[in-house]
């Protein structure tokens, strides 16, 4: 089982940047990804690396969030540019052995989560 913590969160005014950063015991085997859950409303998927570093986003990140990890340090990375108030969420890691490596998967390691509060 892959242990998880997530950090780099805060508060931003819309338009800015953050870089969230979570690091595993163990990164290399796994898909890994992102996820956030705003107030209110279901966990969506943000991101995902596969081992092999094949990437996939949802449409309301692309462009604007970059997803890289580190295998040597076991570090997963979210860069966050050009942000939105709508981005205002608790960020979540998270990994699994998981075939296609996609955002819309199920996980089932997950980090404790960092906030992310982007204003107006």
């Known amino acids: 089982q892959v242990q998880l913590v997530e950090s780099g969160g805060g508060s931003v005014q819309a338009g800015g940047s953050l870089r969230l950063s979570c690091e595993a015991s163990?990164?290399?085997?796994?898909?890994l990804g992102w996820f956030r859950q705003a107030p209110g409303k279901e966990r969506e998927g943000v991101a995902t690396?596969?081992?092999?570093?094949?990437?996939t986003y949802t449409d309301s990140v692309k462009g604007r969030f970059t997803i890289s990890k580190d295998n040597a340090k076991n570090t997963l990375s979210l860069q966050m540019n050009s942000l939105k108030p709508e981005d205002t969420a608790m960020y979540f890691c998270?990994?699994?052995?998981?075939?296609?490596?996609?955002?819309?998967?199920?996980?089932?390691?997950w980090g404790q989560g960092t906030q992310v509060t982007v204003s107006s």
């Open positions: 998270a990994a699994d052995f998981i075939y296609p490596c996609d955002y819309r998967a199920v996980f089932r390691y």
């Open positions: 163990s990164s290399s085997r796994y898909c």
């Open positions: 690396i596969a081992t092999n570093g094949h990437t």
